[in-house]
């Protein structure tokens, strides 16, 4: 049995079909990359699974699971967790307090053990303040852990997020562009982060531009193109594709073929782009959906 399973997704805006009949799967500690040009339907399939959307068609379960018309919290506490491209950290709170933000689900102690201080409530706290350290320690955090989350710098902010979201314990971890905004060397240290995390056990899907590190790290890449599966396979065979070689890259084979880990494919070398820089619909939708997912 796949860990997740997405089959014959739809969702539409009105008369924008955001996801036309999408279908894959995940195994367990699997790292799965979704791909596309702007607006081809990605982000809107990771709102879809983490209950922020709920599709026209379709069934997405998790170990067999359907998790339709579940709240985001609940798929949450079922092992999902998620990172956004757009950064949604709690900045006037302190790093540590994000990543210890990030440990509700699992937190042994009632809303009276809070307002009396029990000894339950103190044993609890102490665990969630020595699991923010344990994860920020984990993402290789640098920067100071009181200080306000705004105030660190882009990069840590990332590390930051991924650790709230391993906070949660997850089975399953989504990351939408988390190399985005990177450096070379931040992108290097994201590709090990990335296995270090699939390492513990946790399968990973990876929305991602750089096509570099997405060739280095997946083991297998799903192409999406105006909402619909056009490819799902190995690394070196998605890269051949003739499909994906045309609706992603316009036709030019040497873009894949030329890019290195740690590179991103040029903007106006991906087909898909518009005038207004426009993309996905689920972008920016889901930048209320923070501490949930």
């Known amino acids: 049995m796949s860990l997740l399973s997405v089959a014959d997704l739809r969702l539409s805006f ?19 990359s979704v791909i596309g040009p702007n607006g081809a339907g990605k982000t809107s399939a990771f709102n879809c699974v983490t209950g922020f959307y709920r599709p026209a068609s ?6 067999g ?7 985001p919290s609940a798929i949450a506490g079922l092992g999902v967790a998620r990172t956004f491209q757009n950064l949604r950290l709690f900045g006037e709170l302190s790093v ?14 009632s809303v009276l053990d809070a307002l ?25 955090l640098r920067g100071d852990r009181y200080g306000q989350a705004r ?33 070379h060397g931040e992108k290097a240290e994201m590709l090990d982060l990335i ?22 790290v997946s083991e297998r890449v799903v192409v999406l193109n105006f909402g619909r599966e056009i490819a799902d396979g190995r690394p070196e065979d998605v890269r051949r594709d003739p499909a994906v070689i045309e609706a992603y890259l316009g036709g030019d084979p040497a873009v894949l073929e030329e890019t290195a880990p740690g590179e991103t494919v040029p903007e106006e070398k991906i ?17 209320g959906s923070d501490a949930h997912a």
């Not at 995390?197 to 060739?215: F, R, S």
Request: hydrophobic share 40%; charged share 25%.
């Open 58 to 63: 379709g069934r997405i379960t998790l170990r």
């Open 151 to 183: 105030a660190l710098p882009y990069g840590e902010q990332r590390r930051t997020e991924i650790a709230r979201a391993l906070a949660r314990r997850p089975d399953l971890l989504l990351l939408d562009e988390p190399a985005a905004g990177l450096n």
């Open 271 to 287: 087909a898909g782009q518009d005038s207004t820089g426009q993309g996905d619909p689920g972008k920016a939708d889901s930048a």
């Open 116 to 140: 009396l201080h029990t000894p339950r409530y103190r044993r609890s706290e102490r665990e969630c303040t020595e699991q923010a350290h344990h994860w920020l320690d984990f993402v290789g």
């Open 65 to 71: 699971r359907d998790l339709s018309g579940l709240r």
């Open 96 to 109: 540590l307090d994000n990543v210890r933000a990030g440990s509700h689900l699992w937190l042994r102690q």
């Open 195 to 216: 296995r270090r995390i699939q390492a513990l056990g946790v399968a990973i899907v990876l929305i991602e531009h750089d096509m570099g590190l997405v060739m280095e």
């Open 14 to 32: 009105g008369g924008l079909v955001a996801i036309d009949g999408l279908s894959f799967s995940v195994g367990e500690a699997e790292i799965v």
